[in-house]
């Protein structure tokens, strides 16, 4: 039973680890996309949270989508 215990609190520590690495990636990665992005301002879809090109984007007023069916779902509430 008390191995059970140990055993728990150490997959908690790794899920904890994890989610702080993938945290810090999260911050990290979009402001590099951005960066490198040469065809203009990326822009974030609000219903999927996918950034994408704003040229290629399906618009319904100041939001951006990255397909129609975002856009559709976003209209839709
Ligand atoms: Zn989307």
Not at 16 to 28: D, E, F, H, N, T
Not at 43 to 57: A, F, H, L, R, S
Request: aromatic fraction near 10%; proline fraction near 4%; include cysteine.
């Amino acid at each position: 039973m008390r191995l059970l215990i140990r055993l728990l609190g150490l997959l908690f520590v790794i899920y904890a680890a994890l989610s702080l690495v993938r945290g810090l990636l999260g911050v990290i990665a979009p402001k590099q996309s951005i960066r490198s992005g040469s065809s203009g301002r990326l822009v974030k879809d609000p219903v999927c949270g996918t950034y994408i090109p704003e040229d290629t984007v399906f618009r319904a007023g100041d939001h951006f989508f990255c397909s129609q069916e975002c856009q559709r779902k976003f209209l839709n509430g």
